[in-house]
T-cell receptor, first 112, second 112 residues
Framework: KAGVTQTPRYLIKTRGQQVTLSCSPI?????VSWYQQTPGQGLQFLFE???????NKGNFPGRFSGRQFSNSRSEMNVSTLELGDSALYLC???????????FGQGTRLTVV | DAKTTQPNSMESNEEEPVHLPCNHS???????IHWYRQLPSQGPEYVIH???SNVNNRMASLAIAEDRKSSTLILHRATLRDAAVYYC?????????????FGGGTRLMVKP
């Protein structure tokens, strides 16, 4: 069974640009969540989608957005990139009501 | 979410048992105790979870105090591959999704 797949693995963007990251969950998983990991703030929850609807949202500015498609694949978008958005962005998926989350390897975004 | 407290780092010798403590004195009656670990350059990996009783799986054991205000993750024989950051997380039972609140975790170093 394939794990959670995130693309791309690495990305370099310029301040002010926007970026879209993709996450393909494990087959059958309908819940997808996103996290940002930085050395200073650690792992922080961004948002979660279930059946194409945002179910929970963390404390991040509106520049961070996401969506989920009918096949449960999810994308997150960051507009007007800032240097502080440089981070590892992680996606996790789980079964409905499942108690364990499965994480992808992440996308490392560098903003220059 | 209720807060957890873990030591910043611990050291262990290879092939010896490791006991990773976690304090969660404000845990509520319906909070599950979850453990994840993050190996270098990887996303977090689910290890184990429990509610009241001790739990065992192929990766580790979870010992939960009778008052549930603390728990211990036990690796029975540490290997070099167990070197990682271990996170103890409380997850409310009504949290059917993946909204996990990560603390700083414990960095486990394993010496050969």
């Amino acid at each position: 069974k394939a794990g959670v797949t995130q693309t791309p693995r690495y990305l370099i963007k310029t301040r002010g640009q926007q970026v879209t990251l993709s996450c393909s969950p494990i087959s059958g998983h309908r819940s997808v969540s996103w996290y940002q990991q930085t050395p200073g703030q650690g792992l922080q929850f961004l948002f979660e989608y279930f059946s194409e609807t945002q179910r929970n949202k963390g404390n991040f500015p509106g520049r961070f957005s996401g969506r989920q498609f009918s096949n449960s694949r999810s994308e997150m978008n960051v507009s007007t990139l800032e240097l502080g958005d440089s981070a590892l962005y992680l996606c996790a998926s789980s079964f409905p009501g499942g108690l364990g989350a499965f994480f992808g390897q992440g996308t490392r975004l560098t903003v220059v | 979410d209720a807060k957890t407290t873990q030591p910043n780092s611990m050291e262990s010798n290879e092939e010896e048992p490791v006991h990773l403590p976690c304090n969660h004195s404000t845990i509520s009656g319906t909070d599950y105790i979850h453990w994840y670990r993050q190996l270098p350059s990887q996303g977090p990996e689910y290890v184990i979870h429990g509610l009241t009783s001790n739990v065992n799986n192929r990766m580790a054991s979870l010992a939960i105090a009778e008052d549930r205000k603390s728990s211990t993750l036990i690796l029975h024989r540490a290997t070099l591959r167990d070197a990682a950051v271990y996170y103890c997380i409380l997850r409310p039972s009504n949290n059917a999704g993946n909204m996990l609140t990560f603390g700083g975790g414990t960095r486990l170093m394993v010496k050969p």
